[in-house]
């Protein structure tokens, strides 16, 4: 915590909240010279983008809440000079299914070889295959045109329409519910339900919902970095937040833990904050104030009318294992299939059944998630005695457990939920995976798992939304200012995920709350 002396001045720029996207707002414009000080709630800065070590006595630090890397522009680690790196995952996916009384999967990556014979395996044919190619052919391109334009000004509609090119494309991705797309361009159940889990992550939503938010969070799965692929964060989620509050830190910005802003008051020139700490209350004045907290918090901040209620749909389950377990399927390597996106209850008919069952008001019968390892990609988040006997730790992402579901009883639904994910995921191995769990310091088996409530009370994402609310198009829509962060007050600029081109640990909005004020002055 700072002297009362740095938090009584004025600032040319207040950030409240020292999530990884107010930690890059404040790096780009302290590095510009401007004064800055950060206001954050908890003990320590980074939001869900943070390692933990949340087993009693266990030296594995774990990305707790955010685990993997899309999204984040190269040119931000560029600009901020970060010491942060990311290391790519030789295997994209394996979804594992019984078919004919057998135990086989679908094993992506490896070279193309190895993909071609992994779809005509499961298929039996070389059609699948070739959908496959042409399908991601086309969101490839689209990734192309369309990331680099997130950390420039917002294009409008057309000019986005006219940078992709690709009338098809935008048909499908932009215009029609992506399971028209999905259905056209291939047969085979489990490849459907591969390709549209990416458009269900943190997103409540059917195939062929009409508001389309299954494909804006498709889209932005498939576009980060220009190319879709998913990285693992070397050293954990935190090694990022870590080098972002140092590079903050170095430009001169203040950051200040356990100080939580409760009011701004603004009249569009300047503006005063106050905050409350474990000693006290006192305000800050500041020419800007970026909030990088959802738009609930920035209404309760403001004074202004509340937005629509957000809700989140998803599990996170954190393990660590003394071995991964073995196969049904002898064919894949444990090591290759968990290195990777492993889905579980993900084919396309399953997806259907498991959102009309939560739609009803039920958990999922067969709740789908997907799973990875961290440690195989990179070890150096577990201590050297944990490497050398072979410890694995399991990141499990549930999908379509809205929650409305954990109202009633967060503690019991949560245990019921979590017995049934694993019991999905039991059915494709050869050993129980509790047989394979470490246990902590106490004796206790080292999982732990968090519903939308338990991340509402953690980290006050509201409903749980990870997003902290629908996605977004990335492009100009119903006022949305010239770079998606602005609100109804001039100096008062969002800059958490619920801005335009947020979600995901992308640093976007950041950057482009910072260009708004640099670029507007």
């Known amino acids: 915590m700072p002297p009362a002396s740095e938090t009584s001045r004025t600032y040319d720029t207040v950030i409240v909240g020292g999530g990884h996207n107010g930690l890059v707002a404040a790096a780009y414009l302290a590095q510009a010279g401007r004064s800055v000080l950060v206001l954050e709630r908890l003990a320590r800065t980074g939001g869900a983008a943070v390692s933990t070590r949340p087993f009693a006595g266990v030296d594995a630090r774990l990305s707790r809440y955010s685990y993997l890397v899309s999204l984040l522009p190269r040119k931000i680690v560029r600009d901020l000079g970060l010491n942060f790196r990311v290391r790519g995952r030789t295997i994209s996916s394996y979804t594992p299914v019984e078919r004919g009384g057998r135990p086989t999967g679908l094993l992506v990556g490896g070279g193309e070889r190895r993909i071609r014979e992994a779809f005509e395996r499961l298929t039996g044919g070389k059609e699948e295959y070739q959908a496959w190619q042409r399908f991601y052919g086309m969101t490839g391109r689209v990734a192309e045109r369309v990331f680099p ?134 305000t800050v004045g500041a020419r800007n104030v970026l909030v990088n907290a959802s738009p609930q918090e920035l209404a309760a901040l403001t004074g202004d009318p509340a937005p629509e209620p957000a809700e989140g749909a998803q599990l996170k389950v954190n393990m660590l294992l003394k071995r991964l377990p073995r196969l049904r399927d002898t064919a894949v390597d444990p090591r290759e299939a968990f290195s990777g996106t492993f889905h579980v209850a993900e084919g396309y008919g399953q997806l259907a059944t498991a959102h009309a069952e939560a739609a009803a008001g039920r958990l999922p019968s067969a709740p789908p998630s997907e799973i990875y390892c961290h440690s195989l990609t990179d070890p150096t988040i577990l201590g050297r005695d944990l490497v050398e006997r072979g410890y694995q730790t399991l990141t499990l992402f549930g999908l379509h457990t809205p929650a409305r579901l954990f109202d009633a009883d967060n503690d019991a639904v949560r245990a019921q939920l979590l017995k049934a994910t694993v019991a999905q995921l039991d059915a494709h191995l050869a050993e129980p995976l509790v047989d394979c769990l470490a246990l902590d310091a106490d004796g206790r088996p080292c999982i732990e798992a968090k519903t939308p409530l338990d991340l509402e009370r953690d980290l006050r994402l509201p409903g749980g939304n990870i997003f902290h609310r629908d996605l977004s198009w990335p492009y100009a829509q119903d006022g949305a200012g010239r770079w998606g962060v602005e609100t109804r007050h001039a100096n008062v600029l969002l800059c958490g995920a619920g801005a335009v081109r947020g979600g995901g640990v992308s640093g976007v909005p950041g950057h482009n709350a910072a260009m708004a004020v640099l670029k507007g002055e």
């Open 149 to 282: 334009t997130l950390t420039e000004p917002l294009p409008t509609r057309e000019e986005l329409r006219r940078r992709i090119d690709d009338e098809a494309a935008w048909r499908a991705l932009f215009e029609e519910p992506i399971g028209v797309a999905i259905e056209e361009n291939f047969t085979d159940d489990l490849v459907r339900g591969v390709v549209l889990t990416d458009a269900l992550i943190g997103t409540f939503a059917d195939a062929h919902d009409p508001s389309l938010r299954q494909n804006r969070c498709f889209l932005y799965h498939v576009i980060g970095g220009g190319t879709g692929a998913w990285d693992v964060p070397v050293g954990g989620m935190g090694a990022l937040t870590d080098a972002l509050a140092a590079a903050a830190r170095a430009a001169g910005a203040v950051l200040a833990t356990g100080h939580e802003a409760v009011r701004i008051e603004t009249d569009g020139r300047t503006a005063e904050v106050a905050y409350r700490t474990a000693e006290g209350e006192g």
